[in-house]
T-cell receptor, first 113, second 117 residues
Framework: AQSVTQLGSHVSVSEGALVLLRCNYS??????LFWYVQYPNQGLQLLLK??????LVKGINGFEAEFKKSETSFHLTKPSAHMSDAAEYFC???????????FGTGTQLKVEL | SAVISQKPSRDICQRGTSLTIQCQVD?????MFWYRQQPGQSLTLIAT?????????ESGFVIDKFPISRPNLTFSTLTVSNMSPEDSSIYLC??????????????FGPGTRLTVL
């Protein structure tokens, strides 16, 4: 069975600063990895995904993540935070392209002036 | 993409009662999913609903507690039966659409925030 751990339920950064949200996974087979964002009172929106191929993946709104198999990690980064990035971010894993997603507990990102 | 709406958006219910949550999609989909997000916890898949067949429940979830209907390819309901305060959660439906040759992307509704007193 697979699992996801997100370190830090709350992260606060200054506007313009680097955003780093951590995600580690556990899977016995090659995983598909996802980052979702949830704005208040809205559904989850896919930010980016890793399935196969290039390990550095770019998503919407300037976010990117790197799949590191040796570290079983898929951390989400953005070079410069914007106020509009304030939201909750979920890391998720599925196995073999299957449709059952296993989610982390989420990280609430706060962006301060 | 997919436009998904849920009703109600939130509700406060008394213990022992039941609440039916509706999920409407803007176009036909084969599979619909129901998730629960308990306070401070991750999203957990409750069941998968295919049109024309019984829903498939994940470990720890049973049909008597969470009956699901899937009358057509754009609509599904989830009922939370005989509620207790432990059922207070956000309930989300999702659908999947082919994204590319490697996987199907899941799209999520806005969720139903349920509080049981």
């Amino acid at each position: 069975a697979q699992s996801v751990t997100q370190l830090g339920s709350h992260v606060s950064v200054s506007e313009g600063a680097l955003v780093l949200l951590r995600c580690n996974y556990s899977s016995s087979v090659p995983p598909y990895l996802f980052w979702y964002v949830q704005y208040p009172n809205q559904g989850l929106q896919l930010l980016l995904k890793y399935t196969t191929g290039a390990t550095l993946v770019k998503g919407i709104n300037g976010f990117e993540a790197e799949f590191k198999k040796s570290e079983t990690s898929f951390h989400l980064t953005k070079p410069s935070a914007h106020m509009s990035d304030a939201a909750e971010y979920f890391c998720a894993v599925s196995v073999g392209g299957g449709n059952k997603l296993t989610f982390g507990t989420g990280t609430q990102l706060k962006v301060e002036l | 993409s997919a436009v998904i709406s849920q009703k109600p958006s939130r509700d406060i219910c008394q213990r022992g009662t039941s609440l039916t949550i509706q999920c409407q999609v803007d176009s036909q989909v084969t599979m619909m999913f129901w998730y629960r997000q308990q306070p401070g916890q991750s999203l957990t898949l409750i069941a998968t609903a295919n049109q024309g067949s019984e829903a498939t429940y994940e470990s720890g979830f049973v049909i008597d507690k969470f009956p699901i209907s899937r009358p057509n390819l754009t609509f599904s309901t989830l009922t939370v039966s005989n509620m207790s305060p432990e059922d207070s959660s956000i309930y989300l439906c999702s659908v999947e659409r082919p994204r590319d040759s490697t996987y199907n992307e899941q799209f999520f509704g806005p969720g139903t925030r349920l509080t049981v007193l």
